[in-house]
C-alpha cells in the first residue's frame, strides 16, 4: 500500500520555479514528511523534511497543506543540474520512523 | 564532508555464491542501513543498526545477513546468492535519533548469474 502518490515524470525550463506535488492522504498527526532527490548513477540526498509547518534550506523549500494530506516541493529556480528522481516520503512512528519509499518523480529541465 | 563509500560499483556473482558488500561511513554516525532499488519500486530497507553488533530487519530481510563488528562499518551478506537478487544495493548512515538525515553512498550494482 502506496504511502505516498507522486506523478512519474514532470518537465521545466531552466531558471523557472519548479513546484513537485505529492499526496499522502492516509499521513497521521506524527508522520513526517522527507523529500530526497537522486542524481543520475548516486545514491539519494536529503532535500528537506517537515512536520506541520512550511520548511525553508538552501536547496529547496517545503510547503504543506493544513490537512497535511498532500505537499510540494519547491525549487525556486531550477538549472541544468537540479535534474533527478525526487521522491517523496513518509516516516511513520509506528515503523520507528523508517523511511517509506515511493517511486518518485523525474524531473526533466528543459534548457 | 560527509562520506559513505561502498566497496564495489559493479559486482558479477554466479548462483549460489557467497557475496560481501561492504560499507563505510566516516561521520561517527550510530545508525546505518542498508537498502535495495529496483525499477518502479523505490527503495525497499532490507536490514539496519542502531549500534555496534546489534541489527534490526527491514521490509525484506529474506535471502540476506548483515554484520556490524565496528562502528563505522556495516557489511550486507547474501549467503546464496540468486538471480532475484540481481538489483542496487545502496547504503546510507545518520545521527541518532528518530528523524535524521540519511546520508547515502554511491550504491553497488550487482547482478546474478
Not at chain 2, 528523524?99 to 553512498?105: I, K, L, P
Request: aromatic share 10%; glycine share 6%.
Amino acid at each position: 500500500d502506496a504511502k505516498t502518490t507522486q506523478p512519474n515524470s514532470m518537465e521545466s525550463n531552466e531558471e523557472e520555479p519548479v513546484h513537485l506535488p505529492c499526496n499522502h492522504s492516509t499521513i497521521s498527526g506524527t508522520d513526517y514528511i522527507h523529500w530526497y532527490r537522486q542524481l543520475p548513477s548516486q545514491g539519494p540526498e536529503y532535500v528537506i523534511h517537515g512536520l506541520t509547518s512550511n520548511v525553508n534550506n538552501r536547496m529547496a523549500s517545503l510547503a504543506i497543506a493544513e490537512d497535511r494530506k498532500s505537499s510540494t516541493l519547491i525549487l525556486h529556480r531550477a538549472t541544468l543540474r537540479d535534474a533527478a528522481v525526487y521522491y517523496c516520503i513518509l516516516s511513520i512512528m509506528d515503523s520507528n520512523y523508517q523511511l517509506i519509499w515511493g517511486a518518485g518523480t523525474k524531473l526533466i529541465i528543459k534548457p | 564532508d560527509v562520506k559513505v563509500t561502498q566497496s564495489s560499483r559493479y559486482l558479477v556473482k554466479r548462483t549460489g555464491e557467497k557475496v560481501f558488500l561492504e560499507c563505510v561511513q566516516d561521520m561517527d554516525h550510530e545508525n546505518m542501513f542498508w537498502y535495495r532499488q529496483d525499477p518502479g519500486l523505490g527503495l525497499r530497507l532490507i536490514y539496519f543498526s542502531y549500534d555496534v553488533k546489534m541489527k534490526e530487519k527491514g521490509d525484506i530481510p529474506e535471502g540476506y545477513s548483515v554484520s556490524r563488528e565496528k562502528k563505522e562499518r556495516f557489511s550486507l551478506i547474501l549467503e546464496s546468492a540468486s538471480t532475484n537478487q540481481t538489483s542496487m544495493y545502496l547504503c546510507a548512515s545518520s545521527e541518532q535519533g528518530a528523524v535524521r538525515e540519511q546520508y547515502f553512498g554511491p550504491g553497488t550494482r550487482l547482478t546474478v548469474t
